[in-house]
Nanobody, 122 residues
């Protein structure tokens, strides 16, 4: 079956960096657009970034532009989220998702990981 497994979360000070990874199995990875979403306590799940099947097209939510970078390695079936200049408001559970189409809406994605906690605090 399809599995998406996130890793790389943790506790970091404001201004620090983290790199999230999402390893996929059970699907033809290069046939899927990939995305990162996040959900903070008491808030709805929010789109963070997505990347096209070949990696040539990306999109970010305004709040992370210039700080986060999404990338993928189709040979390793893995998508990444490099997060720099982290802020306390970036604190959330981060989820990766796979879907047939690029979208900013969670319901457009078919498969989800279990999430990884990112906490930005001094």
């Amino acid at each position: 079956q399809v599995q998406l497994v996130e890793s790389g979360g943790g506790l970091v000070q404001p201004g620090g960096s983290l790199r999230l990874s999402c390893a996929a199995s059970g699907l033809t990875f290069s046939s899927y657009a990939m995305a990162w979403f996040r959900q903070a306590p008491g808030k709805e799940r929010e789109f963070v970034a997505h990347i096209s099947r070949g990696g040539g097209s990306t999109k970010y939510v305004d709040s992370v532009k210039g700080r986060f970078t999404i990338s993928r390695d189709n040979a390793k079936n893995t998508v990444y989220l490099q997060m720099n200049s982290l802020k306390p408001e970036d604190t959330a559970v981060y989820y990766c998702a796979a879907g047939r189409w690029l979208a900013t809406t969670a319901t457009m994605y078919d498969y989800w990981g279990q999430g990884t906690q990112v906490t930005v605090s001094s």
